[in-house]
């Protein structure tokens, strides 16, 4: 299958700093990439759909300033999580599909985020 | 609304089979998906199937849908410990926009 790489794996970074998570597709281009959240023992929550070159759709309660995302090319989308909280700790996983078409959707290995 | 329901263990014996079960909502889903999660990582696509099917075969893996009833079912024949894991059940959306996941079932393999 096609693969998502997501970048860092893990970080750490103290509350009031902004951190910048990179979700790459390696042998395709991705029309659309999902950006997800997942907390200890819970399932995945859908927190935005980027399609590249223009603004991402956010879910319900999702703040916009606050996790930016950017799909700025086919191959490359960003989450940056800005004025960290501990709160805000959790395990974010990006998602790319090649098309609307496309029934897969290829999975990152996600990034452990930890605010100090 | 959209919603998948999935219960949180299951508990199998070393070579028998489990059954993961997950019921949806969204009677326009066209496309339903397993997807395998181990500790730390991030999901690995094990199967999906049409909604115009009723059951998909791969190896060790069937799927089965029912529906009528918004039931989908991932039977793992002779399960070993590497099957361990936590499974989700997830559907895309009617308009194709977004991916809904359940809340995943743990898989717990014992001896």
């Known amino acids: 299958g096609a693969v998502v790489s997501q970048h860092p794996s893990r970080v750490i970074c103290k509350s009031g700093t902004s951190v910048k998570i990179e979700c790459r597709s390696l042998?395709?281009?991705?029309?659309?990439m999902f950006w997800y959240r997942q907390f200890p023992k819970q399932s995945l929550m859908l927190m935005a759909t980027?399609?590249?070159?223009?603004?991402?759709?956010?879910e319900q309660g999702v703040e916009k300033d606050k996790f930016l995302i950017n799909h700025a090319s086919l191959t490359l989308s960003t989450l940056t999580v800005t004025s960290a909280h501990p709160e805000d700790s959790s395990f974010y996983i990006c998602?790319?599909?090649?098309?609307?078409?496309?029934?897969?959707?290829?999975f990152g290995q996600g990034t452990r985020l930890t605010v100090v | 609304g959209e919603d998948v329901e999935q219960s949180l263990f299951l508990s199998v014996r070393e070579g028998d089979s489990s059954v993961i079960n997950c019921t949806y909502t969204?009677?326009?889903?066209?496309?339903l998906y397993w997807y395998k999660q181990e500790p730390g990582a991030g999901l690995q696509l094990l199967t999906y199937?049409?909604?115009?099917?009723d059951m998909k075969q791969d190896q060790r893996l069937t799927v089965l849908l029912n529906k009528k009833d918004k039931h989908l079912s991932l039977r793992i024949a002779d399960t070993q410990t590497g099957d361990s894991a936590i499974y989700f059940c997830?559907?895309?959306?009617?308009?194709?926009?977004?991916?809904?996941f359940g809340s995943g079932t743990r898989l717990s393999i014992r001896p």
């Open positions: 998602s790319a599909r090649a098309s609307i078409l496309n029934t897969e959707a290829f």
């Open positions: 042998d395709f281009q991705a029309t659309t």
């Open positions: 980027s399609n590249e070159g223009s603004k991402a759709t956010y």
């Open positions: 969204d009677s326009s889903s066209t496309y």
């Open positions: 199937i049409f909604s115009n099917m």
């Open positions: 997830a559907e895309i959306h009617s308009s194709a926009s977004k991916i809904i």
